[in-house]
């Protein structure tokens, strides 16, 4: 393993070399069914055609120009974006944590141009995971990744989510610029949030002009089976969110969306990203987009999904000694477990299955939407494998 990289990342054995739809190749021959999909990014397979035309034939054309130029890709994007949403405007970046970055500071610029600079306090939550900027992090509620960083940023403060008065008190003080929260937990263990715990939050934001921001790097774009999680619920619509990861389809972009009355304070000057939405991105984006929000893909997810969820309720059933929860969204899944789930990770791989991490024990499960049943089928079988596997290992050491 190379020990020119900076050591932060504890990587898999597994040197990936190319990938088809849920299909990843190693260099070695091996071949895993891919159910982390770049953790909820490659959303619709590896290499998908339409993707690699719409990349390719821009490459021919044009990569990057800045944005002192109108880029013709960024307003259809975000025409789509906007069409499909709350939304009035949009912000590309590159990143997830650049979209929250941008949302976080089109909060508090919404404040300072309504004549109130002194409403700058953040609420993020418990076991939220909002990237790895600082001010991401300062808003995440996992305090190992600000750990030897120094201080949380000033204005940055934790909640729970099961703490409603907490919750209320912090919304209506005076100082109160914004709550940011993911509509369903993606690193946090795949904790879905519901109706009436959002509409209370959405109902206390406006009723005190805290601005609401969502967080759906992980959970939009069709993982969940709409196009953003939160419009499973009428009428709890943010002020502004985050979107990123499926995006791109595995292309880095990411983008912040805003109403018109939330991005008052983003004029001229406020706020900028050389390579954000360039050329390359936007095509891309726009080929990801009009597959992602077709009716066809999102149906799959909600097929899939059930098909999936059924599959590993009835393994955890017969599994009590090694899973005890099966939660999430549509194709955001959680599977809280018993044995460590990194080891289960490496034993899943073993039975040529990928999936992901996440907290309170769990592996997550990030298929493509575009999984089919067949496939779904083969994971459940893998995972099966790799929990017998575990069960016997377990047997054997007592
Ligand atoms: C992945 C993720 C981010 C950060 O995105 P990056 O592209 O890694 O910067 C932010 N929020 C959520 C919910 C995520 O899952």
């Known amino acids: 393993m190379s020990s020119e990289l900076m050591a932060v990342y504890n990587r898999a054995p597994v040197e990936v070399e190319r990938g088809e739809g849920v299909w990843l190749h190693a260099r070695d021959g091996r071949v895993f069914l891919d159910c982390v999909a770049g953790i909820a990014t490659n959303s619709l397979g590896h290499a998908h055609p339409a993707l690699v035309a719409a990349l390719t034939e821009q490459a021919h054309k044009l990569w990057h120009v800045s944005n002192i130029f109108r880029i013709p890709g960024q307003e259809e994007l975000a025409h789509r974006l906007v069409e499909n949403s709350f939304a009035d405007v949009v912000f590309f970046g590159n990143s997830g944590s650049e979209a929250v970055e941008c949302a976080l500071k089109t909060a508090r610029k919404y404040h300072a141009a309504n004549g109130q600079p002194e409403r700058i306090d953040i609420f993020g939550f418990a076991s939220s995971f909002h990237g790895r900027t600082y001010a991401a992090v300062s808003a995440s509620g996992n305090p190992a990744y600000l750990d030897g960083f120094g201080p949380r940023l000033p204005g940055y403060h934790q909640l729970v989510i099961d703490d409603a008065a907490a919750i209320e008190e912090a919304i ?15 690193e946090g263990g795949a904790r879905a949030l519901d109706e009436a715990w959002l509409r209370r939050v959405r109902d206390l934001c406006s009723e005190t002009g805290t601005l609401l921001i969502y967080d759906e790097v992980q959970c939009g774009m ?32 990411g983008a912040c969306l805003s109403t018109a009355a939330a991005a008052k304070g983003m004029v001229v000057g406020t706020h900028g990203s050389t ?79 990928l999936v992901a991490g996440g907290g309170d024990n769990c592996v997550r499960l990030l298929p493509s939407l575009l999984m089919t049943g067949a496939e779904a089928d083969e994971a459940l079988k893998r995972l099966e494998q790799a929990f017998a596997a575990t069960r016997a290992a377990v047997a054997e050491a007592a």
């Open 172 to 186: 209506r003080q005076p100082t109160a610029a914004a709550v940011i929260v993911e509509p369903v937990q993606g």
């Open 222 to 253: 069709g993982r969940t089976g709409k196009l953003f999680a939160h419009q499973w619920f009428d009428g709890v619509e943010p002020d502004i969110m985050a979107v990123a990861k499926a995006l791109g389809g595995g292309f880095p972009v």
């Open 275 to 353: 390579f954000g939405g360039n050329p390359l991105a936007m095509a891309v984006g726009k080929a990801a987009f009009d597959l992602i929000a077709s009716a066809a893909t999102l149906d799959n997810v909600r097929t899939i999904a059930a098909r999936l969820h059924d599959g590993l309720r009835s393994l955890a059933a017969h599994y009590p000694d090694i899973a005890v929860d099966v939660r999430g969204k549509g194709l955001l899944i959680g599977v809280k477990l018993i044995p460590n789930n990194r080891e289960m990770m490496a034993t899943a791989r073993d039975h040529g299955l």
